[in-house]
């Protein structure tokens, strides 16, 4: 019964920021490699950052490197994404998921077993 909510999306003009934040509860947040992945309309959900549950960042994906970040507080049972600079190719339903094993961070896979429901974000002018 691990429940995960993501919140912080919406309108952004090109080159604004965004701060998504995701609330887990159900288990011990702080086992839980934490990932953040988005899916565009007509494309694949992909990764787009993932992190250990002592706050190492574990991957990055490359169309964000150097504009999006992720950070967690245990003692919140949240994890954050951090995007600047926003392009209009960042317009995607942003997901937070779970992954209990740390197996396969860098890419989607089982090991990714929980999942938000996801938070619009739409960058336009």
């Known amino acids: 019964q691990v429940q995960l909510v993501e919140s912080g999306g919406g309108l952004v003009q090109p080159g604004g920021s965004l701060r998504l934040s995701c609330v887990v509860s159900?288990?011990?947040?702080?086992?839980?490699?934490m990932g953040w992945f988005r899916q565009a309309p007509g494309k694949e959900r992909e990764i787009v950052a993932s992190?250990?549950?002592?706050?190492?960042?574990?991957h990055i994906s490359n169309p964000v490197k150097g504009r999006f970040t992720i950070s967690r507080d245990n003692a919140k049972n949240t994890v954050w994404l951090q995007m600047n600079s926003l392009k209009p190719e960042d317009t995607a339903v942003y997901l937070c998921?779970?992954?209990?094993?740390?197996?396969?961070?860098?890419?989607?896979?089982?090991?990714?077993?929980?999942w938000g429901q996801g938070t619009q974000v739409t960058v336009s002018s």
């Open positions: 998921a779970a992954n209990p094993d740390g197996r396969g961070l860098n890419y989607e896979n089982p090991s990714w077993d929980a």
């Open positions: 992190i250990t549950g002592s706050g190492t960042i574990a």
């Open positions: 159900g288990r011990v947040f702080s086992r839980q490699y």
